[in-house]
């Protein structure tokens, strides 16, 4: 099955500092999203984004699919962007099974 | 707009009780379906999906059974508990590609 490695796996950030979070992927895939864990366990959607890059204030995400990876950056941090960022990818054959990066827990100091 | 449901939030239960957890999706029609467990500080192990009303299929073989009797009804079952059950369980729905998650139920089994 598809492999998926998150780097690194924890990240301490000063408030106002920025950071990029990479996805690897180890075969090909159709979909691929980005989620942020909360302290409470929600998670929240960020991007959906197979391909090509997406910007949501101060977040953004590239995804290369022909070099499977995918980063996920975030700009001047804050410490509500503390918690656990996930990369799930998965295929088109109809049943979108998702398969989770185990992660980068992410720590943003006021 | 979309809406999904899980309950309960939190369960504690001990080891060889069985269990049902149920999880409800509003606003839309004929959606994926799946559960997923996360360990305590781990990523997201997917369990179980449906394609459809009495569709299931397992992802890994375990202690736990899924059932879809309504579209938009999925429920997450176990005749008798471990210990190695606990975590927090998490329901999610797809269609298109974008999955989208509940808020979880954290069980622990004592």
């Known amino acids: 099955g598809i492999q998926v490695e998150q780097s690194p796996p924890d990240l301490i950030l000063q408030e106002g500092a920025n950071s990029t979070l990479r996805c690897n992927f180890s075969?090909?895939?159709?979909?691929l999203q980005w989620f942020h864990q909360n302290p409470w366990g929600q998670l929240i959607n960020l991007f959906y984004?197979?391909?090509g890059t997406k910007q949501n204030g101060r977040l953004s995400a590239t995804t290369v699919a022909t070099e499977r990876y995918s980063l996920l950056y975030i700009s001047s941090s804050q410490t509500t962007d503390s918690g656990v960022y996930f990369c799930?990818?998965?295929?088109?054959?109809?049943?979108?099974?998702?398969?989770f990066g185990t992660g980068t827990r992410l720590k943003v100091l006021a | 707009s979309q809406t999904i449901h899980q309950w309960p939030a939190t369960l504690v239960q001990p080891v060889g009780s069985p269990l049902s957890l149920e999880c409800t999706v509003e606003?839309?029609?004929?959606?994926?379906l799946y559960w997923y467990r996360q360990a305590a500080g781990r990523g997201l192990q997917l369990l179980f999906y449906?394609?459809?009303?009495?569709?299931i299929s397992s992802e890994v073989p375990q202690n736990l059974s899924a059932s879809r009797p309504q579209d938009r009804q999925f429920i997450l079952s176990s005749k008798k508990l471990l210990l190695s059950d606990s975590g927090f369980y998490l329901c999610?729905?797809?269609?298109?590609?974008?999955?989208?998650f509940g808020p979880g139920t954290r069980l622990t089994v004592t």
């Open positions: 999610a729905w797809n269609i298109g590609g974008e999955q989208y």
């Open positions: 075969d090909s895939v159709n979909n």
């Open positions: 984004i197979p391909s």
């Open positions: 799930a990818v998965g295929s088109t054959s109809g049943t979108y099974k998702y398969i």
């Open positions: 606003g839309t029609s004929n959606p994926n």
């Open positions: 449906s394609v459809g009303i009495g569709q």
